[in-house]
């Protein structure tokens, strides 16, 4: 019998490539998502790539009551959570905002999970989890640093809400996946990422700029202690990352899990400065991106990369596309969205 997947924030970025993946491998998917930072007419791409729109429904998973009559009406078999607020500099202005979508949602699909038997779940993650690191690249047992923002905070948070929730309901199986830094877009460029307003980001900035969007784009620091001063990060393409949540899912659904509650890094192992990206980012789509350096960014780390071992020996998971497929992916991503409206 067809698997039900309940993917929460199924609209947003990493949410609408792991659906469709999930459609892919032949999982029934029902997204739940407010809308808050994604747009409806994801929904269309999905199923222009996978023939398939998933069923939809727009609430926050805050809602305790909408949540619990969504999973009294759908037969879910398990959960991939991705909906939450992401913009670090946002969750220090409005800590609370990020404290309780990020918080009390997870609470109350766990309620929900135990209430209607549901009993696995794939957790969104962040590397922000560890802070800036004393060693790298960061394992799993690399100890965590103190949060930097609240929403770092509430990655740490939600983990130990789940080993704790596992550990005391041995029906209830989670596994979290630490993220480093997502980026890239489907091949098909029918879906990708949707920033609103202003990007935060690096790489939708970068694209911005090269489309004339934007006039320039800001490099948050040259004096870093790396091997051209900007910082360091480990960049994997968001269809690698898709295909790990599904990766994550049959392990659940299989039993195969060792733990209760298990975590993975997933990134590339590699790391790129801002300058590589900048400069990768040109040559393979042949653009140039006008920029400046300008001051560190507060709350930023130096560098940061993962060991990725865990993941490829226990999941037999590894990411395939490089750095150049990311950044092709997002300028054609980039031109396609320019043709559009939203
Ligand atoms: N960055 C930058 N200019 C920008 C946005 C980001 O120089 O306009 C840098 C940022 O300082 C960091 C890297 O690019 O070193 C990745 O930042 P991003 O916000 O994409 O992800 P983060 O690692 O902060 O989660």
Known sequence: MTQKILVTGGTGFIGSHTTVELIK??????????????????????????????????FNICDERKLMDCLKAEQIDAIIHFAASKAVGESVSNPLLYYRNNLVSLMNLLDAMRQFGVGHMVFSSSCTVYGQPDQL????????????????????????????????????????????????????????????????????????????????????GDDYDTPDGTAVRDYIH????????????????????????????????????????????????????????????DGDIEKIYANTDLANNELGWKAELGLEDMLKSVWKWQKHMNGKSY
């Open 25 to 58: 491998d032949g999982y029934e998917v029902v997204i739940v998502d407010d809308l808050s930072n994604s747009k409806i007419e994801v929904l269309d791409g999905i199923q222009e790539i996978t023939g398939v729109k998933p069923q939809f429904y727009q």
């Open 137 to 220: 690249p960061v394992t799993e047992d690399t100890p965590f640093q103190k949060a930097e923002s609240p929403y770092g905070h509430t990655k740490q948070i939600g983990e130990d809400i789940l080993r704790h929730v596992a550990t005391a309901y041995p029906e209830l199986n989670s596994i979290a996946l630490r993220y480093f830094n997502p980026v890239g877009a489907h091949e098909s460029a029918l879906i990708g990422e949707l920033p609103i307003g202003v990007p935060n980001n690096l790489i939708p900035y970068i694209t911005q700029t090269a489309a004339g969007l934007r006039d320039e784009l800001s490099i948050f």
């Open 238 to 297: 968001v269809v690698d990352l898709a295909k790990a949540h599904a990766v994550a899912l049959d392990r659940l659904l299989k039993g195969a899990n060792k733990e209760g509650y298990e975590f993975f890094n997933l990134g590339t192992g590699k790391g790129y400065s801002v300058l590589d990206v900048i400069k990768t980012f040109e040559r393979v789509n042949k653009v140039k991106v006008n920029y400046k350096i300008v001051e560190r960014r």
